[in-house]
């Protein structure tokens, strides 16, 4: 049985073009089952200037999440993310993906709660099919 995954989008800079086209390269490669709707929100902090939008993808796939996660990092830096550093969390983007939750079970993985208010907003208003 393939594991299922949460996959978090977030994008604020040039975000309606950047959240299609990081869903288009993650199609490529593995089994997109459901995408939450996007939320539209404010710059949190002080480093952030522009307005992030977020999406979760419910993915199945037979990679391991280090192979996804390696994946992940390679279709950021196609579309411009600076490679990893401690500094990048703090600066605008034009994509970040992230494995947000991965279970055997798709029951399991549509009830994981979040710590974080915009994700635990975009499952309350997901209704996965």
Not at 47 to 63: A, G, K, M
Not at 112 to 121: A, D, G, L, M, R
Request: aromatic share 8%.
């Amino acid at each position: 049985m393939m594991p299922y995954y949460l996959v978090g989008l977030g994008s604020n800079l040039e975000p309606e073009f950047n959240i299609t086209k990081a869903h288009q390269e993650i199609a490529l490669q593995v089994s997109i089952l459901d995408h939450s709707p996007i939320l539209i929100n404010p710059p949190c902090g002080t480093s952030f200037q522009f307005t992030f939008h977020n999406q979760i993808l419910l993915i199945q796939s037979e990679h391991s999440s280090a192979h996804l996660k390696a994946l992940f990092e390679r279709i950021e830096i196609s579309m411009g993310r600076e490679p990893k550093s401690p500094e990048r969390r703090l600066r605008d983007r034009p994509i970040d993906i992230d494995i947000l939750a991965q279970s055997d079970s798709m029951e399991e993985i549509l009830s994981i709660s979040f710590t974080e208010t915009y994700n635990q907003t975009i499952m309350h208003s997901w209704h996965p099919s």
